[in-house]
């Protein structure tokens, strides 16, 4: 069974540092990893997808690596802003014949003015 | 392009009651996710829905029951509601069944009393 588990899990930064998520999981059958960023009460935006034979992605300020054989991934945000403010949350996919996305807890995101 | 809606916003319901979620895909998308988040938490796999048959299910008994439409809209059904069923509901649509960027609508918000 897979589980999945977000380190710190809060964060609160002052404006323009660079900082680093973490996510480790336990079953490295996975057909890809996702982040996910989620304001208060809201639902989920996709920040970066990272396929099994990948490993890594860029979107802008972010980078995510991937080391599936240990079981980890990384999101790295550069030169946070207050609007990065939010939970970030990792998904693997397991390619069990559910092929659903299991959720860490996430990390709660604060970047002061 | 259409991103993923769901309705209603918000819901409250007593215990016991049934209640009815709604969820459109994004243009296009024929897979379909439901995922359970309770307060503080990670979203939970409900079931997935693919082509209009259910796809893979999550650990959550059989009073969580979907449909799947022709136009690929979806359905969350759950009856005899109980104080805990109270979370952010969340409905995913992808491209395809596995191994595809997952995009969430906003989430219908269910309080139970």
């Known amino acids: 069974k897979q589980e999945v588990t977000q380190i710190p899990a809060a964060l609160s930064v002052p404006e323009g540092e660079n900082l680093v998520l973490n996510c480790s999981f336990t079953d490295s059958a996975i057909y890809n990893l996702q982040w996910f960023r989620q304001d208060p009460g809201k639902g989920l935006t996709s920040l970066l997808l990272?396929?099994?034979?990948?490993r890594e992605q860029t979107s802008g300020r972010l980078n995510a690596s991937l080391d599936k054989s240990s079981g980890r991934s990384t999101l790295y945000i550069a030169a946070s802003q207050p609007g990065d403010s939010a939970t970030y949350l990792c998904?693997?996919?397991?390619?069990?014949?559910?092929?659903?996305?299991?959720f860490g807890s996430g990390t709660r995101l604060l970047v002061r003015p | 392009e259409t991103g993923v809606t769901q309705s209603p916003t918000h819901l409250i319901k007593t215990r016991g009651q049934q209640v009815t979620l709604r969820c459109s895909s994004q243009?296009?998308?024929?897979?379909v996710s439901w995922y359970q988040q309770a307060l503080g938490q990670g979203p939970q796999f409900i079931f997935q829905y693919y082509r209009e048959e259910e796809n893979g299910r999550g650990n959550f008994p059989p009073r969580f029951s979907g449909l799947q439409f022709p136009n690929y809209s979806s359905e969350l059904n759950v009856n005899a509601l109980e104080l805990d069923d109270s979370a952010l509901y969340l409905c995913?649509?992808?491209?395809?069944?596995?191994?595809?960027?997952?995009?969430f609508g906003p989430g219908t918000r269910l309080t139970v009393l």
């Open positions: 995913a649509s992808s491209l395809a069944r596995e191994a595809d960027t997952q995009y």
């Open positions: 243009s296009g998308h024929n897979t």
């Open positions: 990272i396929q099994s034979s990948q």
């Open positions: 998904a693997p996919e397991g390619v069990d014949s559910s092929y659903k996305l299991i």
